[in-house]
């Protein structure tokens, strides 16, 4: 499994990004698939994940209705849309991916060693 996250910028507050997010390798029917990030001395933090085979959602707390997660697949792509930008959603954003994580377990899917394929992150920055 290979995956490729794009689409991080430099944005002042209340801008808006888009990170895509390019799977390969394999069927994703089984998977789960989730956006985490990690700013400098922190530790890597869930932010969203989508269930591949009926696209349910998930969000952290501090996103939720500023963020939304969808994918496409068809083209093997999963997308986290970013409104409303605040300074502290600066950090490096990691797409990740995994087939043993329990949906119903909101502990499994925000845990990042549940996953276990990820992509390079990319920098995502918020600032005036």
């Known amino acids: 499994v290979q995956l490729q996250a794009s689409g991080g910028g430099y944005v002042p507050p209340g801008g808006f990004l888009r990170l895509s997010c390019i799977a390969s390798?394999?069927?994703?029917?089984?998977?789960?698939l989730g956006w985490f990030r990690q700013a400098p001395g922190k530790e890597r933090e869930f932010v969203a994940a989508i269930r591949w085979s009926d696209g349910m959602t998930a969000y952290a707390v501090s996103v939720k209705g500023r963020f939304t997660i969808s994918r496409d697949i068809a083209g093997n792509t999963m997308y986290l849309q970013m409104n409303s930008l605040k300074p502290e959603d600066k950090a490096y954003y990691y797409c990740?991916?995994?087939?043993?994580?329990?949906?119903?377990?909101?502990?499994?899917?925000?845990?990042?060693?549940?996953?276990?394929?990820w992509g390079q992150g990319t920098q995502v920055t918020v600032s005036s």
């Open positions: 390798g394999r069927p994703f029917s089984g998977y789960v």
């Open positions: 990740g991916a995994g087939n043993r994580i329990d949906w119903i377990r909101s502990d499994w899917r925000a845990s990042p060693d549940q996953y276990d394929f």
